[in-house]
């Protein structure tokens, strides 16, 4: 059983006795595999939103609320590779973390059968980096600092480096993001130069979120100064007639 079949099977056996516990020694054997590796899934589990608890004691181990765990949400095969397609390229985005953690929990709370065929299918799909961009640097750690940088709305520090590689720390208050090919843009206002900038994600070399939390300042198409291409904003809204 591979390590996305464990992780489905887990949740489904402590649902299944739910509220009572199991513990790691018994469903390392229940899976043929060691406590640590038991321990590692479910800490995965918990860090993705399902509720697994420990409960302590000679009879403990561990139990998870059947009342609020989410029944399979019933993705068919097409839906889970649209799913995963959609959040794998976003490896390279300031959601890299966020994209994984929501991807585990699509897994999670999959039809078995499904998960499975889904699986051997996405194998099929593969992400081709064209290296179009001469440019272009790998995405640096750096990048991960700016996931929940919008929601937060914290003044960044950023240290960014311009196409001639002049680095210079800016204070921003983040406004949104872009991607254009294969890069993923900042868009803030930079205090420095007291307008709105576009920051290159494989530019930015460190990010610091400071504790300020600014009013957040409205962001018009206008304001980005693109002059050509589409530009396509992501709504979750219905549409509507």
């Not at 409960?55 to 181990?61: A, D």
Request: glycine share 8%.
């Amino acid at each position: 059983m591979n390590r996305t079949d464990r992780l489905y099977a887990l949740v489904e056996e402590l649902r299944a006795i739910a509220p009572r516990p199991r513990s790691a020694r018994w469903l390392a054997e229940r899976f043929e595999v060691s406590s640590r590796t038991i321990e590692r899934d479910l800490s995965a589990l918990q860090q993705s939103g399902v509720p697994i608890w420990a409960e302590p004691g000679r009879t403990g181990g561990y139990a998870i609320d059947r009342a609020h765990t989410l029944a399979p949400l019933g993705f068919t095969v097409d839906e889970a590779l649209a799913v995963t397609a959609g959040l794998g390229m976003l490896e390279s985005s300031p959601f890299a973390g966020s994209a994984a953690s929501a991807l585990r929990k699509v897994v999670a709370v999959m039809d078995e059968r499904n998960l499975r065929e889904a699986a051997e299918l996405a194998g099929r799909i593969h992400l081709l980096d064209d290296g179009s961009a001469a440019d272009a640097a790998p995405v640096p750690d750096a990048l991960a600092g700016l996931d929940g940088a919008l929601r937060s709305g914290r003044v960044l520090r950023i240290a960014y480096r311009d196409r001639a590689g002049e680095e210079t720390v800016r204070e921003v208050e983040p406004l949104g993001y872009v991607r254009k090919g294969r890069d993923w843009y900042l868009i803030a206002w930079c205090r420095l130069r007291e307008g709105v900038r576009a920051f290159r994600g494989d530019r930015i070399a460190a990010v610091e979120a400071t504790a300020e939390r600014p009013p957040r300042r409205p962001l018009e198409v206008e304001d980005l100064g693109i002059v050509y291409g589409d530009l396509r904003t992501l709504s979750l809204a219905e549409d509507s007639d």
